[in-house]
């Protein structure tokens, strides 16, 4: 299964790489706030395999956290990643459950700051790459 995970998606994500379809891995899943709360919030910690990252469910996604359990593969369709105090996060709003109960891939950290830009391979990374590689290669 580790081959389902979208390599470095986590990097791109913090990059604000929105057109990535990333499959990565579930890693915890909490419910946060009042429990006694009408409207339950969900802030999931996923992994693409070698970095973490904190996200919220958007409410309307609450249904498919009860197969988002831990080890879960899930797609992330549509969403955006905000800073909250000081810190990144991914708003899901929108996501597919590809797998469940696989176990966890690699061994991911956190990603530090200013590690953002330096992981290579997916999403816009390797299109900044492309474009210096063809800048040089002109020059």
Do not use: F
């Not at 390599?7 to 706030?33: F, K, S, W």
């Not at 999931?44 to 593969?73: I, R």
């Not at 290579?120 to 900044?128: A, D, K, V």
């Amino acid at each position: 299964m580790a081959g389902m995970l979208t390599e470095n998606a986590i990097v791109a994500l913090n990059n604000g790489d929105v057109d990535l379809r990333p499959i990565l891995q579930v890693m915890d899943v909490r419910q946060i706030g009042n429990p006694q709360s009408t409207q339950k919030r969900y802030r999931l910690v996923l992994s693409d395999g070698v970095h973490l990252q904190q996200a919220m469910l958007a409410t309307q996604l609450n249904e498919k956290v009860k197969k988002a359990v831990k080890g879960s593969m899930v797609q992330l369709l549509e969403y955006i990643c905000n800073t909250v105090q000081n810190r990144k996060i991914i708003i899901i709003l929108d996501m597919e459950i590809v797998a469940s109960r696989e176990e966890i891939v690699g061994d991911p950290k956190p990603l530090g700051a200013g590690q953002e830009h330096q992981a290579t391979g997916t999403g816009s990374n390797l299109l900044q790459q492309q474009e210096k590689s063809i800048g040089a290669s002109a020059a």
